[in-house]
């Protein structure tokens, strides 16, 4: 795709990209709140501030992973609660309620420790970083689904994937105001108290454009409201709401549900057993979610300045700037995989290369910090400040942006919201862990924490590379048919070299499945033709 035909794109789909935009708003104030924290407990006036410069070290330790993984407690209730009130509410409400909780939990962490003692200062801060945490794991939740439910499939992955380069801008520009502050302000407790009041800002930035958004049309024609969801596909495709294309889509969308639309909660979570296929995709989008957090980019994320302090950078400032220096290359890395790679590369690929190199980055920082345990300057610290930025390329090629376009795209329609707060809720759970466990790990094992997140990497690239099959291109009623039978063989054939295990065993393609699928019904064949015959939407593309 040329880039005239790239601007062509981005101004006819618009409207599809201007929801997408508004939605992954919610991700930067997610991004930011992740990317905080660490820059935070860094400055010696919030140290000082709470008394955490009085502690010893595995105090200190054991203090910054409770401050951070308690925000990740509370993104885990909010993750799942959507599970029950984005089905019976509505997407655009939940969301636009999450950041509302968001704005009130940032506001009292900024005010926290205010004419109280650092005992009662700093519980206040643990409770408002778990109120916020509720209002973060509520729209990480929600707007991965929001998104592909609401655009075109020739650029879903494309619009789906923005809430990570969201979510990455949204870190980066946390990591360079903890920077301004530490440069500009005076070591008091404003130093530290304004990077909590600047969240604040991409928490109404994301309300005041979700009010102008529609709602997600397949929850709209889950609830009987045909008229609405003509309307959203119309809009999102700059098309009048009687476009044969809309019609056509429509009617996937309503097949897909028929028999489906009283499900409660329960038969929800049973439904995705209901039998193998489904089940297979019900669980991917969980995988994914646990396989992102075990790449370590979180443990990067929030403690990046103490492991650029164990390659050799002294001081809060140069640590910070190194910092926010790895934030810039992952918004930079991430926003050109979105833009070239994502739909042409495809997400299998995606995944493979990015899982090798992350792996690869991984295990050099941990021979290096085996053989350097000083952290001194040595020509090696240099390459391996190289590795630590490799590594986050290599993170927003894979294993940053693709895991939440799969995780949309692959659960099923009826089962998607229930799929995603479940998948999203593991995301978190090991967000917890994995920030709890971090600065124990670096200061017990050392080196051994960068193993076990290279060794990760390795093993979900050639879980991509064995048993995940290409979804780019494909639209989200016929994602099933990739995973009904052969699927190993499909993955396999769609791998780079893949053919030579499976000799010549193939896969039937999707649309000799599709033809399969309607000819198991006569009758309802003959009904369609004749609808299609009387509207003139015969042999019209969906949206």
């Given amino acids: 795709m040329t880039f005239r035909s790239e601007v062509r794109e981005l101004v006819h789909y618009r409207n599809a990209y201007l929801l997408a935009l508004s939605a992954a708003m919610g991700s930067i104030f997610y991004g930011w709140d992740i990317g905080l924290i660490g820059g935070i407990i860094a400055m010696s006036s919030f140290q000082s501030s709470f ?180 309307q959203t596909l119309a809009y999102v495709a700059r098309v009048t709401p009687e476009d044969p294309a809309v019609l056509v889509t429509l ?15 329960w038969q929800q979570f049973k439904g995705m057993g209901a039998s193998r296929a489904t089940a297979i995709r019900c669980f991917i989008p969980s995988l994914v979610m646990f396989f992102q957090q075990w790449t370590g980019t979180n443990a990067i994320n929030y403690f990046s300045p103490e492991i650029f302090t164990g390659l050799g950078i002294t001081g809060t400032s140069s640590t910070l700037f190194a910092t926010g220096i790895y934030g810039v290359v992952k918004v930079i890395s991430v926003g050109l995989v979105l833009m070239f790679a994502v739909e042409s590369f495809g997400r299998k690929r995606c995944l493979i290369v990015g899982g090798i190199g992350q792996g690869l980055m991984m295990l050099w920082i941990a021979g290096y910090s085996a053989i350097h345990p000083s952290g001194g300057v040595v020509p090696a610290s240099y390459v391996s400040l190289v590795a630590v930025y490799l590594y986050a390329v290599f ?39 994995i920030s709890k466990i971090t600065p124990i790990m670096l200061n017990n094992i050392t080196y051994g924490t960068f193993l076990i997140f290279g060794l990760m990497c390795i093993i979900m690239a050639g879980w991509a590379y ?62 369609d033709d004749a609808k299609a015959s009387d509207d003139g939407v015969a042999n019209v593309a969906p949206i």
């Avoid at 927003?396 to 998948?423: D, F, Q």
């Avoid at 499976?502 to 309802?524: W, Y």
Wanted: hydrophobic share 45%.
């Fill in 466 to 527: 064995v048993f995940f099959p290409e979804t780019a291109g494909f639209a989200l009623e016929d994602i099933h048919f990739l995973f009904e039978n052969d699927v190993i063989v499909r993955a396999l054939q769609d791998a780079p070299l893949g053919r030579l295990f499976i000799g010549k065993k193939r896969a039937l393609p999707v649309e000799e499945l599709r033809k399969r699928e309607t000819e198991i019904d006569q009758r309802s064949i003959k009904e």
């Fill in 251 to 265: 009617d996937e969308i309503k097949e897909e549900f028929e028999g489906r639309d009283k499900l409660t909660l």
């Fill in 395 to 433: 993170y927003c090629v894979g294993w940053g942006p693709v895991p939440w376009v799969i995780s949309a795209e692959v659960a099923p329609n009826h089962l998607r919201t229930v799929s995603l707060s479940v998948a999203i809720g593991i995301n978190w759970l090991f967000s917890f862990t």
């Fill in 51 to 230: 008394g955490v410069n009085k502690l010893s070290t595995s105090a200190k330790a054991d203090f910054n992973g409770n401050i951070v993984s308690i925000l990740q407690g509370g993104c885990f209730f909010g993750a799942l609660s959507m599970g029950y009130f984005s089905g019976k509410f509505g997407r655009k409400p939940c969301l636009i309620a999450s950041g509302v909780i968001y704005i009130i939990g940032s506001t009292i962490q900024s005010i926290a420790g205010l004419g109280s003692s650092a005992a009662t200062g700093l519980s206040v801060l643990y409770f408002s970083r778990f109120l916020g945490g509720i209002g973060v794991g509520m729209v990480s939740a929600l707007v991965p689904s929001y998104v592909s439910e609401c655009t075109p499939r020739k650029i879903r992955g494309r619009c789906t994937g923005m809430i990570q380069f969201a979510n990455n801008v949204g870190i980066m520009l946390s990591f360079w105001v903890n920077y301004s502050a530490v440069l500009n302000l005076a070591p008091t407790d404003m130093q530290w108290r304004i990077p909590f009041i600047v969240q604040i800002v991409p928490g109404a930035l994301f309300i005041i454009g979700m009010l102008f958004q529609p709602e997600s049309p397949r929850w709209l024609v889950e609830k009987g409201r045909y008229a609405r969801a003509a």
